[in-house]
């Protein structure tokens, strides 16, 4: 599709974002199994909920600038989600599983950051004030998500797999 202007340019980070989320629904599930730390598991669980909301969310603001929700395949979500799973067949170690699980999901989170970062930005140079709000508590709660990670990182996980 081309792109004229940063209109376009905000409908195909969307489309990005849209795909992005739906993508993680189904992914998150796996690394909650594959976690040991409880209080990881449940971070990733209450992150999961959350990222449910963050799809129909992104379903609002398609609605609400009058277009039908679209995804399109974001190639970088794909190879940071290849990189994840090759660590989890790689890591025998459920210690150093679970730091690695931390690794790959903060990565995600950063993309996820980086790209509503922008959308907020852009939302406000093309004067969608509604959606704009609906951004920032996505963007919020991407930032929550990844905080809460280093925490758990920090306080427990990451000193375990280093005696593991
Ligand atoms: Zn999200
Ligand atoms: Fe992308
Ligand atoms: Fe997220």
């Known amino acids: 599709m081309p792109v004229a202007n940063l209109q376009d340019l905000f409908m195909e980070t969307l489309k990005d974002v849209y795909y992005v989320e739906k993508k993680l629904v189904k992914e998150l599930p796996k690394m909650i199994k594959k976690a040991s730390s409880p209080q990881l598991k449940d971070a990733i669980s209450g992150h999961l909920e959350e990222t449910q909301i963050h799809v129909t969310r992104i379903e609002d603001i398609f609605t609400a600038l009058n277009k039908k929700p679209v995804a399109k395949k974001c190639e970088a979500l794909e190879g940071l989600l290849e990189e994840a799973e090759e660590v989890i067949e790689d890591v025998k170690d459920p210690k150093t599983l679970d730091a690695a699980l931390i690794s790959s999901a903060q990565?995600?989170?950063?993309?996820?950051?980086?790209?509503?970062?922008?959308?907020?930005?852009?939302?406000?140079?093309?004067?969608?004030?509604?959606?704009?709000?609906?951004?920032?508590?996505?963007?919020?709660?991407?930032?929550?998500?990844?905080?809460?990670?280093?925490?758990?990182?920090?306080?427990?996980?990451?000193?375990?797999?280093?005696?593991?």
């Open 107 to 164: 990565t995600v989170e950063h993309y996820e950051i980086a790209r509503y970062g922008t959308l907020a930005r852009w939302a406000v140079e093309l004067g969608h004030d509604d959606v704009t709000s609906i951004l920032e508590e996505t963007l919020a709660e991407e930032k929550a998500a990844d905080s809460k990670l280093t925490k758990i990182a920090e306080s427990a996980v990451n000193q375990a797999a280093a005696a593991a």
